[in-house]
């Protein structure tokens, strides 16, 4: 895949249960690949999620306002628990642009198992940003190809953070500075205003 200024789109969904600094390092790296990058808080059907959709986009809201990059916006409108779904939408918005589905590469395997899986890639190619400690293999990216898909591996170094991490270890050096003020005075996540 040739990543046009003119008309390439990335697309980064996300839970954002809690947004950390490997939300933010990928959304700043993703602006310095792409022309125009859009993302949004979601559902992922397959997660359970500690705090509303509302709540999450409230955190993520404050992390792109916080990133302030002019090819950067979060277009909640897009939002919706398939893919395919929000392929849908952004086609629609869009009709002209290649439109760039971002993942990590610790998704590639169950892509095959999403929600009309083989329509997502009659609007979209595939973005994968590598993860440590999730390595690619042939096998799943012939399963992308066996599905009509066409993908490309980004050039992006990603932190080690994990929002679990964040959850269950109560690492709270992974949470960006923009969104920990939120937390602590909504009391999201058992951290509180006295937590240091």
């Not at 990059?69 to 002209?96: D, G, R």
Request: proline share 7%.
């Amino acid at each position: 895949m040739i990543i046009s200024p003119d008309t390439s789109i990335a697309l980064l969904g996300t839970s954002a249960d809690p947004p950390t600094n490997g939300h933010q390092a990928l959304l700043i790296g993703l602006c310095k690949l792409f022309p125009k990058v859009l993302t949004w808080a979601s559902n992922n059907p397959g997660k359970k999620h500690n705090h509303s959709l509302d709540q999450r986009l409230e955190l993520l809201n404050a992390l792109v306002k916080k990133i302030a990059l002019p090819n950067l916006e979060l277009k909640q409108a897009l939002s919706h628990k398939w893919a395919v779904k929000t392929l849908e939408k952004a086609s629609e918005y869009w009709p002209k642009r290649n439109l760039v589905l971002v993942v990590g590469s610790d998704l590639v395997k169950d892509i095959p198992t999403w929600f009309k899986a083989r329509d997502i890639f009659k609007t979209s190619q595939l973005g994968i940003v590598p993860r440590k400690g999730w390595p690619l293999n042939d096998a799943e990216l012939q399963a992308i190809k066996d599905l009509g898909g066409k993908s490309i591996l980004l050039p992006l170094t990603i932190p080690e953070t994990s929002s679990s991490d964040i959850k269950k270890q109560q690492i709270f050096s992974q949470v960006p500075t923009a969104v920990l003020p939120i937390i602590k005075e909504k009391n999201l996540y058992g951290i509180s205003q006295n937590t240091k």
